[in-house]
């Protein structure tokens, strides 16, 4: 599927790509407009007294950082969401999501979290003084103090990913080693997301260098309870053991592996119980998995959603009338059914470039706004001067055709392309399919060199303020700052999403987004597809490991049944 993520401060996330009060409960919010059609958490919980001690846990990733560019999740390269994956059991933080899609305060990282004024709109965290970092020295405020800084935007020689709520803080205060406090000089509705993120060390994030090329073959020192052991950069297999620092409860497993396996191959390495999970993203990988016995099939609803992203920068998507014409052309309802159903989910569309089905504020807008119409679409090409003529549109003597490219190993992402194809095929647009190394394929879409391209993004806990990257502002190819990369924005975006950042009221936030919706489908930077249903087949003895909507793994459970 390759979906693409932000990893400090839940951000969109591609995926081939972006959710307190005292007491860290979350804001209160309308109800939503679509239930959710499956439940948040996809497993049962297991006793840790019924875990056995020690014991490998096998999984696969489609790349690594090291593939990618950069272990640090904080930059454009770094934050994919298999990097992610493998950082997971290594990282923690003050906050952390709850299976309804709350936030609470994880004990192991902060004692206290707390909003203590709205004017200004302070926050105050209290560190646990027990935390530390893998070679035993204390986490301290100072270390949150330069993830802060590093991510703020204002020194341009960081390579930041987002800036999104960093750049909005206007004071930080070192109270004492274990305690911040941080204000912003104007309301900021989602704080909270400055504190779902993993701190990085003072060392690190005080230096462009060793923040941007410091870790491109390893990753960043881990603050959770497993550490990275051995790289093997050449097998593109990872191994995790026990943080011999780790302060919190023990970790029932001896070690993880991630290996890098394209994605039709997994399927068959689970039945060679070479893995022992699969995250299944498409058939082919479905039906293999269940082949092997003794398994669980477990599913819960997603947070990721595919589409296809136009580079605007470049003729003939430049034309907003051509995006918009492909925007009706393709058929979305076709897409998820071939994606869900084989699977065995229902059909359902992604028709928000903010919110997941189920969220609060979620409705139509993409389908209100571009229903499947050929019909239209062919309209739209004869509004922006192209002619038809023996099977081929023209405008100035040149004939409309364009280019998609997949990462290779990708089944689910060539079979969306070849869709698309389909679609434009029938109203006489020819698509040409490239396949990208996997590897290099976010380094291409980053630097614009696509015309088309089709992965996921996947949402967040705070939805609203964490897409803004993706539309908003514009960023040039090449440009690592950012992740709009359509390259374009429209400038009635930026007063809105300021609004957005700045309006603590649920209920009018909501408001302010349906605006936004309607602002981006009137530019068509990138269509939505459908939303991706989180489907885990495992080991049957495999336990508190699965799919969850919002839930971390808590990794200090995972482990194998007695």
Same mark, same amino acid.
């Given at each position: 599927?390759?979906?693409?993520?932000?990893?400090?401060?839940?951000?969109?996330?591609?995926? /081939?790509?972006? #959710?307190?009060? +005292?007491?860290?409960?979350? &804001?209160?919010?309308?109800?939503? =407009? *679509? $239930?959710?059609?499956?439940?948040?958490?996809?497993?049962?919980?297991?006793?840790?007294?019924?875990?056995?001690?020690?014991?490998?846990?096998?999984?696969?990733?489609?790349?690594?950082?090291?593939?990618?560019?950069?272990?640090?999740?904080?930059?454009?390269?770094?934050?994919?969401?298999?990097?992610?994956?493998?950082?997971?059991?290594?990282?923690?933080?003050?906050?952390?999501?709850?299976?309804?899609?709350?936030? /609470?305060?994880? #004990?192991?990282? +902060?004692?206290?979290?707390? &909003?203590?004024?709205?004017?200004? =709109? *302070? $926050?105050?965290?209290?560190?646990?003084?027990?935390?530390?970092?893998?070679?035993?020295?204390?986490?301290?405020?100072?270390?949150?103090?330069?993830?802060?800084?590093?991510?703020?935007?204002?020194?341009?020689?960081?390579?930041?990913?987002?800036?999104?709520?960093?750049?909005?803080?206007?004071?930080?205060?070192?109270?004492?080693?274990?305690?911040?406090?941080?204000?912003?000089?104007?309301?900021?509705?989602?704080?909270?997301?400055? #504190?779902?993120? +993993?701190?990085?060390?003072?060392?690190?994030?005080?230096?462009?260098?060793?923040?941007?090329?410091?870790?491109?073959?390893?990753?960043?020192?881990?603050?959770?309870?497993?550490?990275?052991?051995?790289?093997?950069?050449?097998?593109?297999?990872?191994?995790?053991?026990?943080?011999?620092?780790?302060?919190?409860?023990?970790?029932?497993?001896?070690?993880?592996?991630?290996?890098?396996?394209?994605?039709?191959?997994?399927?068959?390495?689970?039945?060679?119980?070479?893995?022992?999970?699969?995250?299944?993203?498409?058939?082919?990988?479905?039906?293999?998995?269940?082949?092997?016995?003794?398994?669980?099939?477990?599913?819960?609803?997603?947070?990721?959603?595919?589409?296809?992203?136009?580079?605007?920068?470049?003729?003939?998507?430049?034309?907003?009338?051509?995006?918009?014409?492909?925007?009706?052309?393709?058929?979305?309802?076709?897409?998820?059914?071939?994606?869900?159903?084989?699977?065995?989910?229902?059909?359902?569309?992604?028709?928000?470039?903010?919110?997941?089905?189920?969220?609060?504020?979620?409705?139509?807008?993409?389908?209100?706004?571009?229903?499947?119409?050929?019909?239209?679409?062919?309209?739209?090409?004869?509004?922006?001067?192209?002619?038809?003529?023996?099977?081929?549109?023209?405008?100035?003597?040149?004939?409309?055709?364009?280019?998609?490219?997949?990462?290779?190993?990708?089944?689910?992402?060539?079979?969306?392309?070849?869709?698309?194809?389909?679609?434009?095929?029938?109203?006489?647009?020819?698509?040409?399919?490239?396949?990208?190394?996997?590897?290099?394929?976010?380094?291409?879409?980053?630097?614009?060199?696509?015309?088309?391209?089709?992965?996921?993004?996947?949402?967040?806990?705070?939805?609203?303020?964490?897409?803004?990257?993706?539309?908003?502002?514009?960023?040039?190819?090449?440009?690592?700052?950012?992740?709009?990369?359509?390259?374009?924005?429209?400038?009635?975006?930026?007063?809105?999403?300021?609004?957005?950042?700045?309006?603590?009221?649920?209920?009018?936030?909501?408001?302010?987004?349906?605006?936004?919706?309607?602002?981006?489908?009137?530019?068509?930077?990138?269509?939505?597809?459908?939303?991706?249903?989180?489907?885990?087949?495992?080991?049957?003895?495999?336990?508190?490991?699965?799919?969850?909507?919002?839930?971390?793994?808590?990794?200090?459970?995972?482990?194998?049944?007695?």
């Amino acid at each position: 599927m390759n979906r693409k993520t932000t990893a400090i401060a839940t951000v969109a996330v591609l995926a /081939a790509g972006a #959710l307190v009060l +005292a007491g860290c409960a979350p &804001l209160a919010k309308p109800k939503a =407009e *679509t $239930a959710p059609q499956l439940p948040t958490v996809g497993w049962k919980a297991t006793p840790v007294a019924a875990i056995q001690d020690g014991g490998t846990l096998n999984l696969a990733v489609l790349q690594s950082g090291t593939d990618g560019g950069n272990w640090n999740p904080n930059t454009a390269e770094g934050n994919e969401t298999d990097v992610i994956a493998i950082l997971a059991p290594m990282t923690g933080a003050p906050l952390k999501p709850t299976s309804t899609g709350g936030v /609470a305060t994880d #004990l192991n990282y +902060a004692t206290s979290v707390k &909003l203590t004024s709205k004017s200004p =709109e *302070t $926050a105050d965290v209290k560190l646990n003084p027990k935390a530390v970092w893998e070679d035993g020295t204390p986490i301290t405020a100072s270390d949150y103090e330069a993830t802060f800084a590093a991510l703020s935007g204002k020194n341009s020689a960081f390579d930041d990913v987002s800036t999104q709520g960093f750049d909005q803080v206007s004071s930080f205060t070192v109270v004492s080693p274990t305690e911040f406090t941080f204000s912003f000089s104007k309301p900021y509705a989602d704080w909270q997301n400055l #504190l779902v993120g +993993a701190p990085v060390q003072k060392q690190i994030a005080t230096s462009p260098d060793l923040w941007n090329k410091g870790f491109v073959k390893k990753p960043l020192p881990s603050v959770g309870p497993y550490l990275m052991s051995k790289i093997d950069n050449s097998a593109d297999t990872f191994t995790e053991t026990p943080n011999p620092k780790w302060w919190g409860a023990k970790p029932k497993l001896a070690k993880i592996t991630f290996t890098v396996i394209d994605q039709t191959a997994q399927g068959q390495a689970f039945v060679n119980n070479e893995i022992n999970a699969v995250d299944v993203t498409d058939v082919d990988t479905y039906e293999a998995a269940k082949k092997k016995s003794d398994i669980l099939i477990e599913s819960s609803g997603g947070l990721s959603w595919s589409q296809v992203t136009f580079n605007a920068t470049t003729a003939p998507l430049n034309d907003v009338k051509v995006r918009k014409a492909l925007a009706y052309a393709i058929n979305r309802d076709l897409i998820s059914k071939a994606a869900n159903g084989p699977l065995g989910v229902a059909t359902t569309l992604q028709d928000n470039w903010i919110f997941m089905p189920g969220q609060a504020g979620y409705t139509d807008a993409a389908a209100t706004a571009y229903p499947f119409s050929p019909t239209k679409a062919k309209a739209m090409l004869k509004s922006a001067g192209y002619k038809l003529s023996k099977g081929a549109w023209t405008k100035g003597g040149t004939q409309l055709k364009l280019s998609i490219i997949y990462p290779q190993g990708t089944a689910s992402n060539e079979l969306r392309a070849q869709q698309i194809q389909s679609s434009l095929k029938a109203i006489d647009i020819p698509v040409a399919i490239q396949q990208v190394p996997s590897a290099n394929y976010f380094n291409d879409i980053i630097a614009g060199k696509f015309e088309m391209t089709t992965f996921g993004w996947q949402g967040t806990l705070f939805p609203i303020s964490t897409s803004r990257p993706l539309f908003s502002p514009a960023q040039k190819p090449g440009d690592e700052a950012g992740q709009n990369y359509a390259f374009i924005t429209n400038p009635k975006l930026k007063a809105l999403f300021d609004k957005s950042d700045q309006d603590l009221n649920p209920t009018t936030r909501l408001a302010t987004a349906k605006q936004i919706n309607k602002v981006i489908a009137s530019y068509m930077p990138m269509l939505p597809f459908a939303p991706y249903p989180n489907i885990y087949i495992i080991d049957k003895k495999l336990a508190n490991y699965g799919p969850a909507t919002f839930l971390f793994t808590d990794w200090t459970t995972v482990g194998f049944k007695k």
